[in-house]
């Protein structure tokens, strides 16, 4: 399965319209695993041709989050912890794969993990991460269209 996830307008990671966002594009890869493939620009250093660590983290911290959405449950999750090994420098302009995979989920929580990998596919930095169900009334103020959540064509 490779169906596209949805993006947001406005999302540091996947909208559309950030300004400074990184635009990211999400596939279901299989049941409860998402990829993204991305070159994370120049801009996003924090040495010279280095992608910040902070970069690192969000992508992880995104691509694991989105990978209940590979199961084809209609509930939204946020980051309660998030813990990251750093095992090799994360190099700018360079194709990346990035990779989330749940890896439990019972009720209001849920558990998964990313990974960065390098071309040659190497793991670059990983990540675990514990997820809990947003509240019901942040969730009821919620406007998918307003937000601009859809799938793009890229």
Known sequence: MTDKQPNSYHCFICGRKSPVGLKMSFFNTGPGEVTAEYTVPEIYQGYPGVVHGGIVAAMLDETAGRSI??????????????????RKMVPTETPLKIVGR????????????????LPDGTVAAEAEVLLILIPAELMAEADPEALGWRVYDD
Request: charged share 30%.
């Open 102 to 117: 749940l890896t439990s989920s019972r009720g209001r929580r849920a558990t998964a993990e990313g990974q960065v990998l």
């Open 69 to 86: 959405m590979a199961t084809g449950e209609e509930r939204f999750f946020m980051t309660l912890k998030l813990e990251i090994k750093y």
